[in-house]
């Protein structure tokens, strides 16, 4: 990669961007929905395409001089139709909350009743938690869990039957398991509403078909384009052939409510990314990929548990996992972890006995090391490190009361920042980062 006129214009941000890239090289992301885009895609991301303004549609944009953009955005919209098997597609949502909000948008008046997965039960911040504005505008039911981690699917129809929600999202941000489609078409159809995928996390999978679709099943799908369909930052909404049956103003509805009801100029050169990333997942190479980040996700798994650590629902099925590390630890371990070159989040795990600010469970995923090439071997050794790092925090407890927690925090900086088995896996894992390179092989 060649940044050579950021460094004789701007010094300071090129070091930025140098410093970011050594970061990312040396170091083992686990966080599920990060991906590695690809030279081409970073390319067309960095293009010219930038400097153009294009409010509207293809053929009927505000201003002048959109002929290229509108080649652009219709190959983009063809080729997602293409990779998973949708009636219309817009390709110009910002990112993922926003082309979720034009789904309310569309077919929600203020006030409507919705229902979508509970936040520390693994559902989006947009699927209805209480301090976004999808809770503020609109009137969210949250569905939870089993005891075992699954979608509690009773709970699901119990309340969807007692509030006839006008939406229904399925999908999820820390959820490892395959949704059940077919059954929310079911109990969506009894009480007339309208069911949106929300596949973000697993639009690759999806479209290679390691994850089942959800397209015969529901209405309309959104998704991210920068998780496991590895482009870009930014979002698509698809309408399905069932959403059109339902209601067959239903792509109008969603074109409208992107522009303008609820954006400007869309961003032509994420755009152009988009479409170069959708072309990279049309090729057999990208089934092959997704088949890697779940048999990835598998094997880290089983790995986990065979060090003892209990994971939510006992496993994957998808690129992800959620695995306890004791009452309140979860920041302990990732702050360690991260000393140790391992990035990942702490999470809440299924009935969380602590708190969203304090929780359990950690969330890691395989993307990443498998978009570097990193197979079972290595997932043998990841495991192996962050037992390692469990143990090495173990002597600190989740405590209760401010002022217990502030000392426990400048205790915990010390021993992070003084800790010699850290250091040494942080070398550790340096060496097998620069076995498998991203950018600069
Ligand atoms: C399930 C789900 N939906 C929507 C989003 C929102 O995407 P963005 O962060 O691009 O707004 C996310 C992001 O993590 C997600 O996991």
């Known amino acids: ?3 050579e006129n950021l ?6 941000c090129h070091q930025f961007v140098l410093d970011e890239i050594e970061r990312q090289e040396t170091s083992l992301e686990l966080i599920p929905s990060e991906c590695i885009a690809s030279l081409s895609v970073i390319e067309a991301l960095g293009s010219p395409f930038t400097n153009k303004y294009s409010e509207g549609y293809a053929k ?4 002048g001089g959109n002929d290229v953009v509108d080649q652009v955005e219709l190959l983009a919209i063809e080729r997602a139709k293409e990779v998973f098997g949708v009636a219309h597609v817009n390709v110009q949502p910002y990112s993922g909350s926003p082309a979720n909000l034009a789904v309310y948008n569309a077919v929600c008046e203020v006030g409507d009743t919705t229902m979508g997965l509970g936040l520390t039960d693994g559902g989006h911040i947009t699927h209805g938690l209480s301090v976004s504005a999808t809770a503020k505008y609109f009137n969210p039911v949250l569905y939870g869990l089993r005891e075992d981690g699954y979608i509690d699917l009773e709970q699901v129809e119990r309340l969807a039957l007692e509030h006839k929600p006008k939406l229904i999202w399925v999908g999820a941000t820390a959820y490892p398991r395959e949704f059940p489609f077919e059954a929310f078409s079911k109990i969506a159809e009894k009480v007339g509403a309208y069911l949106v995928a929300d596949i973000a996390h697993i639009s690759g999978l999806v479209l290679s078909g390691v994850h089942a679709s959800p397209v015969p099943y529901v209405h309309m799908v959104t998704t991210t384009t920068h998780k496991t369909l590895k482009g870009p930052r930014g979002g698509m909404i698809m309408v399905t052939e069932k959403g059109l049956e339902k209601d067959p103003d239903l792509a109008k509805k969603i074109d409208k409510s992107v522009f303008p009801g609820l954006q400007g100029g869309p961003h032509d050169h994420q755009t152009l990314a988009i479409c170069v990333a959708l072309g990279e997942a049309l090729k057999p190479e990208f089934k092959v990929m997704a088949q890697g980040i779940v048999d990835n996700a ?3 798994a089983e790995a986990l548990k065979g060090y003892g650590f209990e994971l939510a629902t006992d496993g994957t099925d998808n690129h992800l996992i959620l695995m306890s590390v004791g009452k309140g630890r979860g920041m302990f371990v990732q702050d360690a972890l991260d ?3 391992i990035t990942l989040n702490k999470n809440t795990i299924p009935n969380e006995p602590v ?3 304090f929780p359990s469970g950690i969330r890691m995923g395989t993307p ?13 050794q990841v495991a192996a490190w962050i037992k390692r790092v469990y143990d090495v925090v173990a002597p600190f407890e989740h405590v209760v009361g401010k002022e217990e927690k502030k000392q426990q925090r ?3 900086a010390e021993f992070l920042r003084t800790n010699e088995e850290l250091k040494v896996i942080r070398a550790e894992v340096r060496e097998l980062c620069s076995k498998f390179p991203i950018y600069k092989g």
């Open 1 to 3: 990669m060649n940044f």
């Open 368 to 380: 990443i090391m498998t978009m570097r090439g990193m197979k079972v071997s290595e997932m043998k």
């Open 339 to 341: 000393v140790a070159g």
């Open 355 to 357: 708190s969203p600010f």
């Open 410 to 412: 400048k205790e915990f």
């Open 60 to 63: 009927k944009r505000y201003y």
């Open 298 to 300: 598998k094997a880290l």
């Open 7 to 12: 460094q004789k214009t701007d010094p300071v």
